[in-house]
């Protein structure tokens, strides 16, 4: 071979080899993989001495080639061709570089890209886009410079910056892929971080609701929210949409803000379920979303609960050591307007010194070494725990179900209402008459005198008392009917709740008159409020009776 | 046990003995006998000695029987109060308005 051919050979394979380096360099280094393609496959071109260059990806959801960079007199860019079209098809299909020196006569020459691209192909030279098993497409140079053929050294030219190529594309797609993920993540991080606001946080000591949630996710579908209205009651309510993950989150945020925004409103929870129905099926939630959901009005200075339940797991009054469920009154929520009226069914429970639990089907769907906890789990352990105070004993309970740090299966949500008032320290159920009233007399001044009031103290109370029973015999029930007494020790306190069942009386008929005159009636309510320090009249809900509370500092 | 103890005539004015609690129970039986006591033109007192309790329906019978005396000018009035009956007098402002006797033979030496 003579000298001068040898060198040129060897200069022509050496600049081969630098334009493969430098061009997957430029591959992997590149911010904009779309430019580097662009430079990488005119380099190709000038260098293979090529009429035109085309770069076919193959689109995922098609199955269609797009021609994403090219080199030609016509720009293709964005041309698409069917799945399997032409030699390009056949060379990913094949996933080996082929050279075609009369596209004429090659059975898969299909000239939809001389269409576009305004040249008459003759020959072609393809090499595969692929990494591994994954096929991405193809590179395809069209028609060598002076009619010429491609080379073997143009094929394996191709072969080596094809696979620099399609590795430059598949790290790409994938750190994309992951970019996306992590901004996912974020995402979810940051709605689960507004959904925990928007819960409440934990309540001040002695407050007689408390709730707790842990979610399985880190958006969670279970609610629960606590509301102190203005006239002392609390209204609360623990729920859970149907599904998991960020549109389940989505529903339950928009049932919460319901809640919280028509508790102040309805200030029953049976017409307060129906609102929030009737609003969450205006804009029906996707892809048959329900909500299921319990709700509670509790008044702290009677111990009773008004209690609403649409589908919901059955709420669980504990007390005395004893356990009564309060199953579901209607089906849940946001499935159809009609399917819970408007006013549906309430309990009126009366918590009397117990508590009033309500929680999430993750509970007692919880599995643990003997299958699942149940309902019966549930209560073993708010019986182990009752003796902690309320915050402590949700930590408990929940901590039991899923041991701090594990994210549990489901989410799992307990609320409690209780009754903190203290234990009376008499308790009576009777029959009001005049026949009675020495008896009622007797035992209050017996109460009173144990618990510390002196006799004076003493004899003030019971006048209270008698002319409290004289009113409801005489003006609340214009005869006889049930009343229930009950004496609390409040610290330096003595307190007395009168509860009748009576209409709801008149407050400007208990009045105290004017001493001025001298008439025989009208004294009673005057002795009240003269002996004792605090006098209260409260109709109960929905006009079932009337609550009396007085009270006296007896140091 | 009725409220009424004793009714006696000293000296021509009416003594009505009450004992124990006074209440809507047997208030009623008092303002009964206090104006059919009055009924019959006598003055009278109230010894109320043995009563530790009155409520506002044993007051109103009381200020009933004050009422018709003066309606007929007779004299009316109470003795020997206890401490929880002079409170309860006291609360409805009626210490001053009825004349009160520490005792019995006070009261009817008034009369």
Redesign the interface.
Known sequence: MPEDAARRRSNSYHRQIDLIAEMSHEFTTSRDLGQALQRGLKRVTAFVEAEAASLFLIEEQTGELVCRACVGPVDITGLRLPAGHGVVGRVVRQNAVAIVKDARNDPDFGALVDRHSGLTTRSILCAPLSVRDQRLGAIELINKAGNGFFRPRDRQLLRALGASAALAISNARLTRAMVDQERVRRELELAAEIQRSMLPGRMPDNFPVSGLNRPAHEVSGDFFDILKLADGRIAFAVGDVSGKGINASLVMVKATSLFRCLAKTHRRPGLLLGAINRELCEAAAPGGMFVTMATGLLDPRTGVVLLANAGHEPSILHRDGVFTAFPADAPPLAIDRDLVAKTMPERRIELAGGALYLFTDGLPETRGDAGMVGAEGVCRLISRFASLPADRRLHSIIDELAPAGVSPRDDLTLLVAEDLRPKPILAEQFEVC??C??GA?HKVEAAALAAGCSK?LA??V??AV??AC?NI??HAYGGKGEVIMELRHYGDWLEVQLMDFAAPMDVGKIKPRS?DE????G??T??IR??MDQVSYLPLPDGTGNLLTMRKAIR | MSVILDVRDMDGTVVVALQG?I???NSPELRKELLASLASRHDVVVDLARVD?I???G???L??G??AARRSSLKFSLAAAS??VM??LK???LDE?FAIHASVDEATKGH
Do not use: N
């Open positions: 005049p026949e009233l020495c007399r004076e004899k003030d019971v006048l008698g002319e004289q015999f005489r001493l001298l008439r025989p009636g004294l009673g005057h002795f003269a002996v | 609690e209440d809507l129970q309790y409520d506002s329906s007051v109103a019978s200020i009933e004050l009422q401490a929880a409170r309860v609360l409805a402002r308005v």
